[in-house]
């Protein structure tokens, strides 16, 4: 039998209780400096960083009550789903209060706030409220956004000649817009010219879209009563007749090039070509951190003239291989040389200066159909026209959430590659495991 040396023995009893120490030591820096890191490919288990922008803007406690009975059918642990879901929040603000409320054993509590379902949730902020039935982060982010604003905006649509309405259903209609401005925290309302006196004052902006009949020469001086007052402006104008707004357009400077944007980059992504496609953005807080690409239907080039009342700044320029066409689309497009103006195209612009000592704003998209109900889910057309709203109302720190795009999806295997992944996890690793435990022995025993 063979006795170690006294040397060697100490040397192995100092080096395990070195290695307890040092264990101990980064179960205590673990336990109070926390450290995470989000493997998966969409960054899942993390929050979107517009919604840690909206955090930053709500200095102070936040509350969030959930009325729940802890269990469900379908989902199982309620509370835990919200829990770990609401611990991504808190991760960046630690202040937010996260409570649950029985609302059978407390039927009371409930009431008295008007719960009408099991998972509601109550967000409490500065002395307003926000109720959610949907859990999702773009539902939570949407109701911190609007109980981050201090005041109500209020966003008028011009109404009454067949514009696109910003409540509408209709594929041509403005409605899903619309919504996401709701959610938001911005009030909708129609504006009808010719019952109205004047744009009302209290309106943050107002919205026009394409008529479909001329306006009435009474309705254009009352619109360009509110421009020469300071008032903001959203302009999404089509293709064709301007049907009135001439007047408008003289006044604000710009040139509105006849004719519809033909872009090869849209026809090569199996895309009608008379799709104009925004992929690159000049600087401008609208386009701040905006990188998505979006989409422009039948769009119509924006110029403007030389005008040293207004500061003009580029938004979207599309179609740098493409061009203006004139011309009815018939088969595959050419261009003429003769009648066509060549690209890039500018399909939006923003318009700035200084009036009644604060700083007036308006943007001029080329095309009404790219936030129509029916073109505006395409890539980040929702997102770009929540930006155009926010800079117009002075919100632009109140960044649009874009949505995911969900990348980690379900895995599916077949059965012989789950008995192989099994069979590897539960038989060879412990195995090699094994193995490689008896060499060291062995060599050691020698």
Known sequence: MRIPRPGLLFRNIAFTVLLLAAAAALAQLAARYTARWDMTQNAANSLEPGSVEVLKQLPGEVGIAVYTTGQDARLGDMRKLIRDFVALYQRAKPDIKLTFIDPV???EEARKVNIRANGEMLVRYGGRTEHLTTLNEQTLTAALLRLARKKDQLLMYLDGHGERSLEGIANHDLGEFGKRLQQNGYRLSPLNLALAQDVPANAAML??????????????????????????LLWLVDAGPLHG????????????????VIDPAAEEMRAPSDWALGAGYPPHPVTRD???ITVFPSARAIGREENREWQYASLVDVAPRGWVSSRAA???????????????????LALQREKADREQRMVVAGSGSFLA?????NGG??????????WLCNEERLIAIQPRAVKDGAISLSQTRLTLIGGSLLVVLPALLMLAGGVLWWRGRS
């Not at 109900?373 to 889910?377: L, V």
């Not at 057309?381 to 926010?390: E, H």
């Open 207 to 232: 919205a026009i879209t394409q008529p479909q009949i001329d306006l009435l020469p009474g309705e254009m001086d009352k619109l360009l009563r509110y421009v020469a007052g300071g008032g903001n």
């Open 290 to 292: 905006f990188s998505l």
């Open 105 to 107: 054993k407390q039927p």
């Open 330 to 348: 018939q088969g595959k497009p050419l261009f003429d040389k003769n009648l066509d103006v060549p690209g890039p195209i500018t399909v939006a």
């Open 381 to 390: 057309n929702m997102d770009l026209g929540i930006n155009m709203v926010n």
């Open 245 to 260: 707004l001439e007047r408008l357009a003289e006044k604000l400077g710009l040139l509105l090039t006849p004719g519809t």
């Open 373 to 377: 109900n029916a073109y505006s889910g």
